[in-house]
């Protein structure tokens, strides 16, 4: 029991006396045995790292050159999945130790999956990090960037748990991989932030959840006028792309559904499922696709208003004609911008705020740095148009990296500044393999064309449904998390939604 | 779409426009079609019922009595489940529209199960409260109670989602059941409610979870000092009833797992856990299984120290001779106490400030009132003694009560004042049938005498482990959670434990 001596500083004469005595496992050890002198650690109320600023200092020539990655979504996720570890240590900064499955996010707000069916742990999309002692995941932010010196500093997450200060520290790369993600864009309209929630984290998914079965029991107490009922029980959805279509879709699920038609029955016909688009919704997809997602969605009692919105308030949205429309639940899906961080960071742009990358996704003027993923976009020089913020195109990109850093490695660039003399072929290429979205009931869109007004496959109804579900199921990355979406969908079809408020 | 017409407040000229054009799905409800008048819901801001103390009145004759349950813990849910919803109709009023499988609890900390998998929502324990048209959920608080007009008066949860007051209402009773429980005893002692986490409901296991994997990670990242790694990693649980026991198990299995060592490697050796109890571990168990109860809890790392705790900071405890010990979780199972509102009711008392109940679990000189669980005891003139709290207890009074009320309810005594006439016979008897704890590592304790001092079965190690599951796993309430705790242990065995923090 060294650790526990230790840790309460026992005196040496109080040491001699506590030796454990297991053979006879009632002699608990009496408090006259501790000494109570306090320990040094307490002297300061507070703990402070000892040295500010220490951290993983460059590598040295036995090492393995070290890749940093920024970032743990589907772009810095695919990439570390793909690093060989034989080459590179593996270090991940993050304020979030897992990756979210985002397509089947929505799914979970309504009870059809559970949250951490959809939550993948970084050390099991990369066990490196788990293994190498040179690896390392960090809960962490990045907070500033220093290319010349190849140091990233970084700052703890400390979720207002501890009454610590976070820590800062820092460290060095060989390779830096910034794949940040973006955030969601507000248009600067007024609440947004405040009253409305987004759907891009599990965290996300829990408060909608809670919501909408904290305002379902509210609207059935006694003494609630009509008007109340309706805007508690009223959900109105912002933006009409896949995201905000596919939580429309599992809104109305969730609506008919066996639990809270029953539980609920006081108040059903007060539940309405409302989503408003600036322009077109699915924009992306064919126009059968899109007229047959309108039809499917208008059937299942969503209603598709055009409007902008101007201001947000705690209970109603004010669109830009002056309609007041109250809410109980708004969610907020209008697309996604660079995050602060990244617009501060010291480097090339590309348009739209987002780091500018060349061919070969390398950061232009600074060494071995790298974008991926949403946050990054090509520069004007390359001629090449910014793709779409869509986990496909991050996936790809990941992907694509880890084999060039890989490559890299293989032929002795890895250190930092070593890959300088490297002949950069094959630059990175977009293929767009087509876009899925479902509208729940069994409905879903695939489509399959490369481009807007390419030709290919267009697939409307419950074929594309199946697809839907069988695409998303093959790519959960864990066969852990593929057993439990399955079965969750399984449980859901026979036993009904779980509507729980935990 | 008339529900949102009414809604948004369509002038009569724009009704007429509004009409639903679903042949043409393209056609958006274009923002000039709606008027712009603010509509009167929203000329006052945070809406208020329009008729404060509304509620439900009394039950006419032509409708069934009413049984108001105050509470959904094990004696509540047991009640509800046992009422007979052709003869009562069955309103209940609690802040949790689930019950917690509470023996379960503590797994649920370390991923080894999930949380919804202990959480059975009330409509599922008595389907009626969803169906019957006079059968209610409540997600409320109660605050008052006036037994001779039979009426409770409650107030609305609102959980600070809402800019909203919570809203008040009355109840008219025919039965009332108070099954409020209890409440955890901190003794007075400084510091507990802010620091320490109690473990009674599912949002207790994710906080301790939560924090569990923060100290782990930040405990990883540089700069951190000796202290500082010992502190966050070291785990303190003050009380060795059987849930600091289980609790004090599961923890030492989370360490040892695969999942931890590996992904923490590098402070795999700081982790430690710490029981604290004034006197001995389950001093209701058996001298032999308390022995080997101790023996297992040492050898599998859990430090076993007699103390009593004087002081709680922030990151240490202090002990009443002085002593301080760090931690970077605490949690506190120092058994249970009467809630505020158990004892601001206007009702005869029992020793220790539970609600006094007689033979029948009557509360005396007033009628219809009846109270079970933790927070219901025996009064002096019954010359029985207090039960101990716990499931086991509360789940028989619930039948218990169910059953008596049926038979009152079937002799024509449902209503309010009926049952005066009615002839009282077998009393509750509480006969125990023994208590069941795990220690982790497969090793658990079932204790089958019927008192501390009886002649019975008691059995320590894998047997009892395995009799532990089976048992729980058969008493979980419904089919899909037996299904998802059998899911969970099989997929914790096959794939190790989920560290997911989210």
């Known amino acids: 029991m060294a650790w526990f001596r230790s840790l309460i500083q026992v005196s040496a004469a109080a040491r001699s006396a506590t030796k454990p005595r297991i053979s006879d496992p009632f002699s608990y050890t009496l408090l006259s045995r501790f000494s109570s002198e306090p320990a040094p650690i307490h002297e300061t109320p507070d703990p402070q790292p000892p040295t500010q600023y220490s951290g993983l200092g460059p590598t040295k020539p036995g090492e393995k050159p070290r890749v940093v990655v920024l970032g743990t979504g589907w772009a810095g996720c695919r990439l570390m999945k793909g690093l060989d570890t034989d080459i590179y240590d593996v270090v991940c900064v993050s304020p979030r130790n897992h990756m979210v499955f985002t397509p089947l996010l929505a799914s979970t707000c309504v009870g059809t999956l559970e949250f951490r069916s959809v939550a993948e742990p970084i050390g099991r999309i990369q066990p490196a990090i788990s293994r190498e002692p040179g690896s390392y995941f960090f809960l962490s932010n990045c907070v500033g960037l220093d290319p010349d010196k190849h140091l990233v500093q970084c700052e703890t997450v400390t979720d207002g748990a501890e009454p610590l200060k976070p820590w800062k ?17 507000t248009f600067g309209i007024q609440g947004v932030e405040e009253h409305a929630i987004f759907l891009r984290e599990v965290y996300h998914a829990q408060e909608i959840r809670r919501k909408l079965l904290l305002n379902l029991m509210l609207s059935d107490v006694p003494g609630v006028s009509e008007e109340e009922k309706s805007r508690l029980l009223h959900c109105v959805v ?24 029953q539980r609920y029955s006081h108040v059903k016909n007060y539940i309405h499922v409302t989503l408003i688009e600036a322009n077109e919704i699915l924009s992306s997809f064919d126009d059968r696709l899109r007229h047959y997602a309108t039809k499917q969605l208008t059937k299942s009692g969503v209603r598709l208003v055009r409007g ?51 061919e070969w996704l390398r950061v232009p003027s600074v060494q071995d740095v790298y974008s991926i993923g949403d946050c990054s976009g090509f520069v004007e020089s390359t001629g090449k148009p910014t793709l779409p913020a869509l986990a496909q195109v991050a996936e790809r990109q990941g992907k694509y990296l880890a084999n060039l850093l ?20 094959d630059p990175f290429v977009y293929k767009h393999l087509g876009s899925m979205a479902t509208l729940g009931r069994y409905k879903a869109l695939v489509d399959l ?8 496959l267009a697939l409307a109804g419950f074929t594309s449904w199946f697809i839907w579900r069988s695409a998303y199921l093959t790519r959960v990355l864990s066969w852990r ?22």
Chains 1, 2 share one sequence.
């Not at 520290?169 to 864009?185: H, R």
């Not at 939580?247 to 699920?253: A, N, V």
């Not at 890989?406 to 072929?425: Q, V």
């Not at 064309?449 to 290919?456: F, P």
């Open 308 to 358: 902008i919105v101007k201001d947000v308030k705690a209970q109603k949205i004010i669109l830009n004609d002056g309609t007041e429309v109250p809410y109980g639940l708004l969610v907020w899906s209008t697309g996604v911008g660079p995050s602060p961080l990244v617009n501060s960071l010291p480097l090339s742009k590309a348009p739209g705020g987002r780091v500018g990358v060349d």
């Open 449 to 456: 064309r490369q481009s807007k007004d390419g030709k290919g």
């Open 481 to 502: 998390n593929r057993f439990y979406v399955a079965i969750n969908w399984a449980t859901t079809f026979v036993f009904g939604r779980d509507i729980t408020r935990i």
């Open 238 to 261: 912002v933006g009409g792309g896949p995201t905000g279509v596919e939580f429309s879709g599992e809104l109305s699920d969730f609506i008919p559904e066996r639990d809270v038609r």
């Open 406 to 425: 890989n490559k890299i490695g293989k032929a002795g660039g890895g250190r930092a500044n070593g890959a300088k003399e490297y002949k950069y072929e």
């Open 169 to 185: 520290f820092e460290i060095s790369y060989d390779k830096l991989v910034i794949a940040l993600g973006a955030k969601p864009t």
